[in-house]
Nanobody, 112 residues
Framework: QVRLAESGGRLVQPGGSLTLTCAASGFTFSDYGMRWYRKAPGKEREWLATITDDGEITNVAPSVYGRFRISRDNARRAVYLQMNDIKPEDAARYYC?????WGPGTQVTVSS
C-alpha cells in the first residue's frame, strides 16, 4: 500500500526556518520524482517544488525561489522541504505528492 506521511509542520515566527519531511512507503521510492504543494484557506493548491527520482534535478516555484529548497534521501525513502525566511503568506497545509499519491499534509502556522 502506497503511503506518504508529512511531518515537521508547526508554529514558526516570521523570518524563521523549518524543514518538512515526507516519509514514503509501499513503492520503489527511488523510481519516482516527488513534489511539494501547499494549500492555504481560500486559495488554490500551489505547486512548490519538484525533485527527480535521483535527486539530480530540482525545480522550485518562483513564489518561493531562493527561500525553499527540496531534497531527498532515497536510502531513507524521504523527501524534504527546507523553508527559510518564512513569511506570513507561507502559512498553509503542506503536502507531498508522488506515485500519484498524496499524504494527509502537515500544517505550518506563521505568527509572531
Amino acid at each position: 500500500q502506497v503511503r506518504l506521511a508529512e511531518s515537521g509542520g508547526r508554529l514558526v515566527q516570521p523570518g524563521g526556518s523549518l524543514t518538512l519531511t515526507c516519509a514514503a512507503s509501499g513503492f520503489t521510492f527511488s523510481d519516482y520524482g516527488m513534489r511539494w504543494y501547499r494549500k492555504a484557506p481560500g486559495k488554490e493548491r500551489e505547486w512548490l517544488a519538484t525533485i527527480t527520482d535521483d535527486g539530480e534535478i530540482t525545480n522550485v516555484a518562483p513564489s518561493v525561489y531562493g527561500r525553499f529548497r527540496i531534497s531527498r534521501d532515497n536510502a531513507r525513502r524521504a523527501v524534504y522541504l527546507q523553508m527559510n525566511d518564512i513569511k506570513p503568506e507561507d502559512a498553509a497545509r503542506y503536502y507531498c505528492n508522488g506515485h500519484d499519491s498524496w499524504g494527509p499534509g502537515t500544517q505550518v502556522t506563521v505568527s509572531s
